[in-house]
Structure formats: C-alpha cells, structure tokens
C-alpha cells in the first residue's frame, strides 16, 4: 500500500475535456420532451480524459486491501481467493449480455444453469429445494422467514415472535422485525452454546421459528442439533438455519439431517464470488419439502420436454422478493466454483477447519479464549490479556494492519468483550498462516512491552487513524461544486 | 499441522458433528472440473442463449443495453477491488470508501438531490426502502399511495414487503393521486419515464404528497434519462430513488444490479443502507469512512432502518468509473441520442399499416406498440429475423396481448432501426 493524495475524480476535472466517444448521431435530433421537462447541463460532473480516469482508479486501488495481497482473517466472512476462471465466465457474452425479458426460448442456457445449481445446493443441503431469487444473505433471511410465516398462516395463526440466541449477527433480529415478529434473544451458556432447558422454556405456542446460525458465530457447532430440531418442531416452529458459517461443513453434514426447514447461503461467502468491497451478494435459500409452495417468484422449472421456464404463477408463494429473476451473474461464479471442486467439496471444509485450529493453538498462550469448546471454520479470542496494559481489540486491529493484514472482526459477535474474530479459511497454507501468527504475536508482545506504540498506529497505511466520530458529526455525504 | 493443534487426524477435529448429521456419500454433484472443461461446460451454456451482440437488440422494461467502456469492466480486474471486502476499517479501504463517495456525488448531481447513498441491490428493493423512509419521516401514517404506472415488479415487491408491516399499499392512475392521497399517507410515489416509457412532470407527484403532507417519492428505471429529464430533486420530490443499472453495468440477465436512493438532505439521518463520510485522520489529512452506522443492523438489530447489510459494491464501482469517463458531456449524448433514435423508430413503426403506438405521451427512448396480432407472436416473428422485438405486455397485463415494450438506446445505428421497421412491416 502506497500512502498518496488522491485528490477526487470532480476535482481533476477541467472543462471541456472528455474521455469518451461516441458514433456520431445518424437519425435527425428530434425528441419528443417539452422544453419545461428538459433539464441543464449537469453542473459538476466529471469532465476528464481516459487517463485521467486509468489513474484515478489504479492509485485508489491501491489504498485498499484485498485477499490477493495476503491472508484476511475477517471472522465470519469467509474471505476466501476468488478464482479467476470465475469472472470470465460471469462475462461469456451469452450470459452478460442477455435480457431478463428476452424470450424464454432464446435464454435457456440461463434457465439451465439456474436449475442446475438449485439442484447442487439441493443436494449439498439435503433439502428439498432451494430458490435463487434473494438479492443477499439478508433478503435471504427475508425471505426464509416469510415463507414460515406464511406456512404457519395457512394453519391459522403466523404466531408472535422468533427466538435468536445472543451470539447472533445483527441481520438475524432486523429481519424478524421486518417479517412482523417480535424478537425474544436467548442467552448462551458458558461453553457459548444454546441450553436445551432455556430453549424449551422460550420455545412456546407463539413462537413461529428459532433461527440459529451453524455453526454458532463463535465457530462452535450445536453438538445438540438434532434435539433443538426437535424442541422447535414439537411446538410447531420451524428451525431456521443462518448459512454464513456453511463454509465449515459444506459437502461433509447436511442441514437436512439436522432438522433444519430452511436455510439461506452467502454466495459470496462459501461459493468464493467476489466481495467486491461490499456486494454484490446472493442469498439463495434450500426449503423442507413443506415450505416449497412458499418460495418467492419466480422459480425454475423444467418441462416434461427438457426445456425451462420461469413460474410465476404460484398461489401460495410469499410473493416478489425484487425485479427479475436472480442475482445471475453471481449465480454463474458460484457455480463455476463449486463445479472446480465437485464431490470433493468437503475438503474445503476440511481445510477451513484445519487451519482454523491450527491459528487456535498457536495463539491460544498469548490470546484469551473466552469458549474452549472445539473450534471449526473461526476461532474468537478476546483482548482480556491485552487490556490489562490498556490495549483493546480495536488498537490490536489497527496494529495488524502495520503487519500487512486486515483486522481479525473486531465488532462481533456482543457475547465475548473485545472480541478478535479470526477465520482463515481453507485459501491459506503453513507459511501464510504462520506469518500471521508471528505477526499477532510479536503484537502481544507489544502490548506487554511497548504499549504506547498502539495509540498511533497504524503507521504504515495510506491515511492514519480516521476520526470516525468527526464524520457521524458533521457529515459531509457528497462533493459540492 | 495436526501436531500443534494435538489432534491425531483431521477427523478428530469435527468431534461436534454428530454422526446422525453427517453426509453418508459424497455430494453427488459430478468430479471436480478442470478450468478447460468448467469453460467448456459453461460456455455451452452461454451458448444456448441469444443475446445483445448476435441480435438486433430493443429490449426494456427495466433492463436496457447500453454502452459500456472498456475501462469500465477491466478495472473491476484489480483484485484491491475484486476481493477487498465492506470498507469498516477506513484504513485500509480508502480507495473503496473514496470510491464510494464519489458514486454518492454523481447520482446526487443526476438526481438534483443532496444526498444518495452507496447503493441498494436493485430498482424494486430500492422502491421498498424508500417507501420505508417516507413511513418513518412522515410517522404514524399507514398508506402509501403508488401510481398504477410503476414497474408492475417494483410494485409486487412492495406488495410482499408491506403485507407484514401493518402498511397499506394503494395503487392508483396517475390523474387520480390526489384523490386518494389522504391524511394517513405517508408517501405518494410516481415513475418517469413510465413503464410504458412516458415522461411525467415530477411535479404530479409533488402536489398529491404536499397536499396532505406527504412525502413525494420520485422512480427511475432508466437511469440514462436523468441527464436529459428535469430530475426528481430539481422538481422538489423528497426521494429518489430506483434502478442505476444504465450506468455502467451490464444487463446480465437482469443482475447483479444497481439500486440507488437520493434524497433531501434533512432526511439524510432516516436513509437506509450504506453511506460513506469525509472526515481527517490523526494527521489532519482528508479521509473517508462509512457512517451514521447507528441506522445499520450491525449496531441497531431489530431496531434498524432495514436489514440490508450488503451494498452492490462492485456494481457502484464500475458504476463510477462509467460516469466519470462520460462525464456531463458524454452522459447528454447518450441521452440524447437514445431519445432521437427512439423518436426516430417509433414514426417509423406509427407508419405502418396494422400497428400503432399505444404510449399517449411523450416519450424518452421506450414506448409500447399495439399490433394486429398477439405480441408474442409478432416477438418470435422477429426473433426468427434475428431481432429482438419487445417486452410483451401481456407477461403483467393480460388484457394488453397485443401490445409490447420497445427500447431503442445509442447502441443500435440506424441501419439496424431500419431494418427493424422493415421486417416489422412484412407482418402488418
């Protein structure tokens, strides 16, 4: 990373350069807008050449800091390499360029590919069925929710209220809300599980689901799964399953087994397509047998004759989730990635958990470990050994990034104070993992022997600390001309 | 490895994992793939649709084909870019997060707003969250009044996200907006250019919502229109917001996409999603960072303003870098050749015996055209022409079977509009 102004893309602009071209227009300049509709110039937009925008954009690259330039142990977010394959494929012509609208006969490789990777997400959830539509995990969760609710509206009454334990992500309890539910949080217990008897005493006639992200966002798995399934259903609930953590078992367990009735996926999360610095996700979701009536329009379908098609036509659906059909494009990243690993996917997992452990044991003398239950994909740590020289989570994450890496999360999950979220997952071998070791354990050191080197860092990044609190305060959103 | 974490095998480390949960097989999803074959298998795929560069393409509705420049796709190549993730540590992410609010600036200064965010996932769950604002700025108000000419997808969306919320949904003609926008409104909403690509004076929606002190909620599905189109904020609406897919980002097959929200900036503290801030750092130096996170799920949970936590990054991105090279004077162009291409069609197809336009007003480079048959029937006849006709409206309209979409944009010469009209004429 290279520290440099860039200065913004309004402020190179000089007047009357351009870096675009057109054909000339070859039918005559008439349009049909009245005079009182038509706006002005559009005062302040860019005006600059193709090299000013080339560098513009290769120097704010720089700033940033992705998986290419090493390890990024961002706890539950499953950086993983995105394979390059991937991107080309997302642009075949025949995928970028094709229309939502076009007729359903000249878009049937679309159609095909979709059907196709519902049946592999089928199949690696052990679900009856999964739809494509959700726009993010967070839709997904939408979308999830709603299909209980509709299921259990069917029956009569779609209930009060969903239990999420406190190790949650904060997407979990927003998404109720919006679904019409109340929220009631379970605590964990000492060993960052869910107790069965707390379970059973919440789990009442009016609540309409349990959602359960699995493993846990401590990176522990439910050994009691099964019999949570069971105390949710006895009382006609449905257990929800939050798939971010899907990247810990994919290919070796299925949610199908564990009594899971629905559970969404991060694409961007297990299935490798790109983070791009915030989207775009997809958050396809598997269904039991008994929500599929539910699903969001459209589904795919295939005909007797082979071909396939869009239905829309579903009376017991939840309804539309978004316009069109399905994050496309990210579909086909995720499926040229899966098809990369085929039946042999669950080495992923095998990998994710391995090198998850390995940091675990590793650090586990330096680094507080509030739950010692076995670790899978991400391994949390604490700052408690470090605060007692007045060094927090927060100054260890901005630290790291003086060693190269990106922070561990450091803002999640509420149940551990100054939490250090790290997972690996299966992209790093030995000596990436090991250099991120030395690097947290030279900051450990740190932290004993030289604790006022924290409250400066970073130093090495391309802007020092930035005062987040000045720009909740006065908040300058925009550039003005 | 397995000798420092002390496990025997890597079995050992999946001791939590009942046995009863556990795949008998293995995932019966084929062997692994070679880069060669994945190509092979995919490009097959691809293979099987028809698309914008083997047809003459006049397909809208929401999606359209417009120009992208080389720069625009390549620079999303850069793995700073590609792999990066959500910019919550500014330190690191200053090119995302300054990238971030230079998007916020241009779709303010397309919109006429003096804010927008950094992007929603796409037009219709724009609409949603948008009508969620106007809720919680105009409070204690339960309806919201949409026009009938509203993307019949954005307006389902709305349908299934309200159902839940104890919030009613009216959708009414346009000339009847006033009427049925009351004291309980929280929002009136109209789209321009229509989905039937008519251009509506804003100030429609305007006068309903201040009638009753409602919110004015302004909808674009063709993001190229706001260079030639008086635009939302400049007409006085106080939300913006809808599809910016036009600007930059490929169609493929209708997303990843590009929703976007602009508004006033007194409502800036009620937007949902991502925002990304100016501020200094600890030298004094000019900084970004993403804030007013306090309306976020992250820190809010049930309490947020929504439950969206992604943005479309990538896609804003790329979005940024298309505005940037086309710059006030190139997004005019394209606006205006759009429009002149469309004028210069739609006469040509009013002059042929059997069809006829069925967009009354004026019109930005979409309009519907009612033929002597089905419209799916003249679609394929076309089709087999290799040109890609029309939107059908029948697919949301069944009364309208005879009618389809038509969008004409600055990729299509004149040549091929011609032959468009010539073709459409043999099935007069």
């Not at chain 1, 290279?2 to 000339?24: N, W």
Request: charged share 25%; net charge negative; glycine share 8%.
């Amino acid at each position: 990373m290279k520290a440099r102004d860039e200065p913004l893309i309004f402020e190179r602009s000089r007047p009357g350069k351009v870096g675009y071209s057109l054909p000339p227009l070859d039918v005559p300049e008439e349009l049909e807008i009245p005079a009182e509709l038509r706006r002005g110039a559009i005062d302040g937009e860019a005006e600059v050449s193709e090299v000013d925008v080339a560098r513009h954009f290769t120097r704010l690259s720089r700033m940033n800091l992705g998986i290419e330039d090493g390890l990024y142990p961002l706890g539950s977010c499953t950086m993983k390499h995105n394979p390059r394959i991937n991107e080309e494929m997302a642009r075949l012509p025949g995928f970028a360029g094709s229309h939502p609208y076009a007729p359903e006969g000249l878009t049937q490789g679309n159609l095909e590919l979709m059907w196709r990777l519902e049946r592999i997400l089928a199949e690696l959830t052990g679900l009856a069925r999964v739809t494509l539509t959700p726009c993010a995990g967070a839709q997904g969760e939408l979308a999830g929710i709603l299909m209980i609710r509709k299921a259990l509206e069917k029956h009569g009454d779609p209930r009060k209220y969903v239990l999420i334990p406190d190790s949650a992500h904060g997407t979990n309890p927003a998404t109720a809300t919006f679904a019409g539910y109340q929220v009631k949080e379970l605590k964990s217990n000492v060993n960052g599980r869910l107790d069965l008897h707390v379970l059973e005493e919440a789990m009442t006639n009016d609540v309409a689901a349990l959602m359960m992200t699995v493993p846990n966002t401590l990176g522990i798995f439910e050994r009691r799964i099964r019999e949570i399934a069971d105390v949710v259903h006895a009382r006609g609930g449905y257990l929800y399953g939050d798939g971010a953590n899907f990247n810990a078992f994919v290919g070796l367990a299925n949610p199908g087994r564990m009594g899971i009735d629905v559970m969404h996926m991060n694409l961007h999360k297990t299935f490798s397509t790109p983070h791009g610095g915030g989207g775009p996700g997809a958050g396809p979701v598997a269904v039991a047998e008994n929500l599929v009536p539910h699903m969001p329009v459209p589904t795919i379908e295939r005909r007797e004759d082979g071909t396939y098609f869009l239905d829309t036509d579903r009376t017991e659906s939840i309804g539309r989730l978004r316009s069109f059909s399905s994050q496309f494009g990210v579909l086909v990243r995720a499926l040229s990635y899966i098809l990369s690993y085929g039946e042999e996917i669950g080495e992923v997992a095998k990998d994710a958990v391995l090198n998850a452990n390995y940091i675990r044991a590793r650090l586990a003398d330096l680094y507080h470990l509030k739950y010692d239950a076995p670790t899978m994909h991400e391994v949390v740590f604490s700052d408690k050994r470090q605060a007692e020289h007045g060094i927090h989570n927060g100054d260890i994450a901005k630290r790291l990034m003086d060693y190269g890496f990106p922070p561990p999360t450091v803002s999640f999950p509420l149940i551990v104070a100054g939490a250090l979220m790290i997972e690996p997952t299966e992209t790093e071998g030995k000596p990436e993992l090991d250099a991120f070791v030395e690097a947290m354990r030279s900051i450990a050191k740190e932290a004993r022997e030289k604790p006022e080197i924290f409250a400066g860092a970073p130093y090495s990044t391309p802007v020092r600390r930035v005062d987040e609190a000045r720009a909740a305060k006065n908040p300058i959103l925009r550039w003005k001309p | 490895m397995l000798a420092a974490i002390g496990a025997g095998t890597v079995e050992d480390l999946f001791e939590d994992v009942p046995a009863a949960v556990r795949t008998e097989h293995k995932p019966r999803i084929g062997k692994p793939l070679s880069e060669i074959e994945i190509r092979r298998h995919l490009g097959a795929l691809a293979a099987r649709n028809v698309h914008a560069r083997h047809a003459a393409h006049f397909l809208g509705a929401g999606c359209y084909h417009h120009y992208v420049p080389a720069i625009a796709d390549q620079t999303l190549y850069r793995e700073e870019w590609l792999s990066s993730y959500t910019p919550y540590q500014p330190e690191i992410s200053q090119g995302t997060l300054q990238s971030i609010f230079e998007w916020q600036t241009h779709l303010a200064l397309l919109t006429g707003m003096e804010v927008a965010n950094a992007s929603l996932y796409e037009g219709a769950t724009a609409l949603v969250e948008a009508l969620l604002m106007a809720s919680r700025l105009a409070k204690g108000r339960h309806r919201a009044v949409l026009s009938k000419n509203i993307h019949p997808e954005y307006r389902d969306t709305v349908r299934t996200y309200f159902r839940n919320l104890s919030f009613e949904v009216v959708e009414v003609e346009d000339e009847k907006l006033g009427l049925a926008a009351d004291a309980q409104t929280f929002a009136v909403a109209i789209q321009s250019p229509d989905f039937f690509g008519e251009v509506h004076d804003w100030k429609l929606a305007k006068s309903a919502a201040a009638s009753c002190g409602a919110m004015a909620v302004g909808v674009v599905a063709e993001a190229i229109s706001l260079a030639l189109l008086v635009p939302p904020g400049e007409a006085g609406l106080d939300i913006a917001c809808g599809e910016a897919r036009s600007l930059g980002v490929p169609m493929s097959y209708g997303a990843p996409a590009l929703g976007f929200l602009a508004c006033r900036d007194a409502h800036k503290r009620q937007m949902p999603g991502r925002l990304a801030g100016q501020t200094v750092d600890s030298e004094g130096k000019r900084a970004f960072c993403l804030t007013l996170s306090t309306r976020e799920q992250h820190i809010r949970r049930e309490k947020a303003t929504s439950n969206i936590c992604t943005n479309q990054g990538l896609m804003a991105l790329c979005s940024n870098v298309y505005l940037s090279i086309m710059g006030k004077a190139g997004l005019r162009e394209t606006a205006v050749q759009c429009a002149a291409k469309a004028t210069y069609l739609k006469k040509r197809i009013a002059a042929i015996p059997g069809f006829e336009i069925a967009t009354a007003g004026p019109t930005f480079n979409e309009f519907a055209v009612r033929g002597p048959r089905t419209a799916s029937e003249t679609i394929a006849a076309m089709a087999e022409r290799d040109i890609l006709a029309g939107v059908p409206l029948s697919t949301w309209f069944p009364e309208r079977g005879r009618e389809f979409l038509v969008a004409v944009t600055e990729m299509n010469p004149r040549d091929e509009i011609d032959r468009y009209a010539a073709e459409l004429a043999t099935l007069s």
